[in-house]
T-cell receptor, first 116, second 112 residues
Framework: DTGVSQNPRHKITKRGQNVTFRCDPISEHNRLYWYRQTLGQGPEFLTYFQNEAQLEKSRLLSDRFSAERPKGSFSTLEIQRTEQGDSAMYLC??????????????FGPGTRLTVL | AQSVAQPEDQVNVAEGNPLTVKCTYSVSGNPYLFWYVQYPNRGLQFLLKYITGDNLVKGSYGFEAEFNKSQTSFHLKKPSALVSDSALYFCAVRGSARQLTFGSGTQLTVLP
């Protein structure tokens, strides 16, 4: 049983550099979500895709953030010109469409970003 | 706007005793309510959800939760706690939009 996978698991970068994270959802899950979790807080929603269409975006997703899901399978989240405030765990989740379990989001292990 | 409150940052309970982790919510329309558990340096693991129907929902690992519409609460419960239940628990809500809004989490410690 393959769950949601995320790569890399850890990323350390210097302020001002660009970083890109990848998320592979559970097979045949049409919906894909990105969240950000800072220490001591619950996850905060960033954006949501249904197939390749980006349907919802949070105000948290500044101009430096961009997410794509070009073929409706894996997704990438890019942060340009990273800032120390971007240090967080970035979580990806997926859910099926038109299925009894459609409302349940299944999360990956996350990518921990540290910006020095 | 939707929101979740978990009023206790920390809950301690002795092994074998019942446990309750509290959650209240605010959302427009019918709520979709969820509980997730997070172990150190791991993602979130789904425990249970309430969408509609019976107010008492049962989930993984012996956990259950009771939906109370009048009190806008969705407390997580387990009749007999295990040391291995020690973890960080998150309550989440969604309304008509797909995004989940999470509480700030409750650290559960089960003492042997």
């Amino acid at each position: 049983d393959t769950g949601v996978s995320q790569n890399p698991r850890h990323k350390i970068t210097k302020r001002g550099q660009n970083v890109t994270f990848r998320c592979d959802p559970i097979s045949e899950h049409n919906r894909l979500y990105w969240y950000r979790q800072t220490l001591g807080q619950g996850p905060e929603f960033l954006t949501y895709f249904q197939n390749e269409a980006q349907l919802e975006k949070s105000r948290l997703l500044s101009d430096r953030f961009s997410a794509e899901r070009p073929k409706g399978s894996f997704s990438t989240l890019e942060i340009q010109r990273t800032e120390q405030g971007d240090s967080a765990m970035y979580l990806c989740a997926s859910s099926p469409l038109g299925h009894p379990d459609t409302d349940t989001q299944y999360f990956g292990p996350g990518t921990r970003l540290t910006v020095l | 706007a939707q929101s979740v409150a978990q009023p206790e940052d920390q809950v301690n309970v002795a092994e074998g005793n019942p446990l309750t982790v509290k959650c209240t919510y605010s959302v427009s329309g019918n709520p979709y309510l969820f509980w997730y558990v997070q172990y150190p340096n791991r993602g979130l693991q789904f425990l249970l959800k309430y969408i509609t129907g019976d107010n008492l929902v049962k989930g993984s690992y012996g956990f259950e939760a009771e939906f109370n519409k009048s009190q806008t609460s969705f407390h997580l419960k387990k009749p007999s706690a295990l040391v291995s239940d020690s973890a960080l628990y998150f309550c989440a809500v969604r309304g008509s939009a797909r995004q989940l809004t999470f509480g700030s989490g409750t650290q559960l410690t089960v003492l042997p």
